[in-house]
């Protein structure tokens, strides 16, 4: 039973491709996010949700639109997907705001 | 602007022995500072946190200190084992709006068989 799951775990594509990252948590958390980790293991914000609302959108170029139908859900949507988007994303949810986070396993992009 | 500096950015211990990982952040209304580890190709995930009502916490090898005047807060672990060997990551909260983490840049812990 994963705590936090997103899908697919590898996702290799070309340049200017649109693709979508999945997740989904079942612990009843109401608040998600994205999180970015680049190659030096740096993890940047770039969204989040709290109960399906919009709380948290960092400078993140408006090729990425996250979406939440319900709040045990967050997916994140890239189009024209470019070189420096390469990068593993996470996604995480915690009880509320400022409590701890679970991780979900992240996705690791590759775009060629 | 905010931010959390993390250090050292690489850390080797011999088994056995303790590290100790600083972290220092800017803003004042903080309140509160989690600290992740990552293995090699995992997620990161929680080992322990601390409030800012709160100067230190244990849990059984780990403990957290934080010290609210200096702005700064330690992860301790004691008798390493080779287990421990991963990333760790500390962040502190922000009120900005809305509450939000600012990670430290990471320190790798190496701990020698």
């Known amino acids: 039973d994963t705590a936090v799951s997103q899908t697919p775990k590898y996702l290799v594509t070309q340049m200017g491709n649109d693709k979508s990252i999945k997740c989904e948590q079942n612990?009843?958390?109401?608040?998600m996010y994205w999180y970015k980790q680049d190659s030096k293991k740096f993890l940047k914000i770039m969204f989040s949700?709290?109960?399906?609302?919009?709380?948290i959108n960092e400078t993140v170029p408006n090729r990425f639109s996250p979406k939440s139908p319900d709040k045990a859900h967050l997916n994140l949507h890239i189009n024209s997907l470019e070189l420096g988007d390469s990068a593993v994303y996470f996604c995480?949810?915690?009880?509320?705001?400022?409590?701890?986070?679970?991780f979900g396993s992240g996705t690791r992009l590759t775009v060629v | 602007g905010e931010n959390v500096e993390q250090h050292p950015s690489t850390l080797s211990v011999q088994e056995g022995d303790s590290a100790v990982i600083k972290c220092t952040y800017s803003?004042?209304?903080?309140?509160?500072f989690p600290w992740y580890k990552q293995e090699l190709g995992k997620r990161p995930q929680l080992i322990i946190d601390?409030?800012?009502?709160?100067g230190e916490k244990k849990d059984q090898r780990i403990a957290v200190t934080l010290n609210k005047t200096a702005k700064h807060f330690s992860l301790h672990i004691t008798e390493t084992q080779p287990e421990d060997s991963a990333v760790y990551f500390c962040?502190?909260?922000?009120?900005?709006?809305?509450?939000?983490?600012?990670f430290g840049t990471g320190t790798r812990l190496k701990v020698l068989a």
């Open positions: 995480a949810s915690s009880q509320d705001q400022n409590y701890g986070y679970t």
């Open positions: 612990l009843g958390h109401d608040t």
């Open positions: 949700y709290n109960n399906k609302e919009l709380i």
């Open positions: 803003d004042s209304a903080s309140n509160y």
């Open positions: 601390i409030r800012s009502n709160v």
């Open positions: 962040a502190a909260s922000i009120r900005s709006g809305t509450y939000k983490y600012i």
